[in-house]
């Protein structure tokens, strides 16, 4: 009997100890959620504050000169189509990791995915243990890979670009992944337009809590509004696509966007968009600034940048990327110059 009893009220105080136990983490448990959910916001809200004074900002000066950015091209270090992601942590090995294709002499069959990183958002190196390109073909003349876009997952970095095959009329979207910006993994097919013609290009993509809002252009033609959004989680899209929209002011209304960098911060949603005049396509591209409550209708444009007169980047400015933090804004643009050389530029915010 007296064993029995010392028995059930040893169970009976740690059962009452392990309650306590779990009562007491799940109130600390609680307490960190709010303490991050607090710093998160201050985050956000730092954030917008800064996006608010870089507003007042615009339009920027140009770059005196571009960035050297070193490529697996030979001849030269022309390169296009920034995307920069930017972790003061370096979780994955890096403060700055920069995605970006060649294009020299701005031709597209140098145009294969590449990745470069860099300690002061300046100085920029191929990763040791890397050699670029992450993905490149044995018939040039007919594919080639463009349109990078880096981002993270929470986990790991992901490259999204664009297969071509222009005889063909093919285009994919596909994906690596990494946790170092080294080894990264076989690309996937993300999305397949087949052979139908040119479509599926300029991905740009919002990832949290695993869930994909993903921009991409619909049609590959000039001259023509066709980015749409999707929603995608677990290897499936939740949401089909959507028509995104552009508001352009009286004074740019026959402009039209082509490579467009989609981010969010807070609830609202910005585009940095790269635009033509449709009449005159692959010159006079300038860089716009717009904002959105729901992700597909965009407004309060802003002009960013355009092209000089007789600088590196007096063609067209092109793809860009913005990096906003709490202390600081980086746009990363990149520019064709009218002896067609591709170049990527800084300008700090």
Not at 60 to 67: C, T
């Amino acid at each position: 009997m007296f064993l029995l009893g010392c028995i059930v009220g040893v169970f009976f105080l740690s059962s009452l100890i392990k309650k306590d136990f779990f009562i007491n983490n799940t109130e600390e448990i609680n307490a960190i959620k709010i303490i991050d959910k607090q710093e998160l916001k201050e985050v956000i809200e730092k954030k917008e504050r800064l996006l608010n004074e870089f507003y007042k900002t615009l339009p920027l000066e140009n770059s005196v000169e571009p960035l050297e950015i070193p490529t697996y091209v030979e001849r030269d270090n022309q390169a296009i189509h920034p995307s920069v992601y930017y972790d003061e942590d370096r979780k994955f090995g890096y403060k700055w990791v920069m995605a970006f294709t060649p294009y020299s002499l701005s031709k597209d069959f140098t145009e294969n995915p590449s990745i470069v990183v860099s300690e002061d958002g300046v100085n920029w190196k191929e990763p040791k243990g890397l050699k670029n390109p992450l993905a490149i073909t044995d018939k040039p003349d007919k594919i080639h890979y463009s349109d990078t876009e880096i981002i993270s997952n929470g986990n790991e970095l992901e490259l999204w670009y664009r297969q071509s095959d222009k005889p063909a009329k093919l285009s994919r979207i596909l994906r690596q992944k990494s946790k170092d910006a080294v080894n990264w993994s076989k690309p996937e097919i993300i999305f397949d337009y087949g052979t139908g013609g040119f479509g599926y290009g300029a991905p740009s993509v919002i990832c949290k809590d695993n869930v994909y809002e993903i921009y991409y252009r619909e049609k590959m033609k000039l001259a023509e509004e066709s980015y749409v959004k999707i929603k995608y989680s677990e290897n499936k899209i939740k949401e089909e696509a959507i028509p995104v929209n552009f508001e352009y002011t009286e004074e740019y209304k026959e402009f039209v966007g082509w490579h467009i960098e989609f981010r969010k911060i807070g609830d609202k949603y910005y585009a940095l968009t790269m635009a033509y005049p449709k009449s005159t396509p692959w010159q006079g591209g300038k860089l716009f600034l717009f904002d959105s409550d729901d992700g597909v209708n965009f407004k309060n444009m802003k002009l960013v940048l355009k092209p000089t007169k007789d600088g590196f980047d007096n063609k067209t400015i092109y793809k860009s990327s913005l990096v906003v933090t709490e202390d600081f804004i980086n746009l990363y643009y990149s520019s064709i110059s009218k002896d067609n050389k591709p170049y990527i530029s800084l300008i700090k915010g």
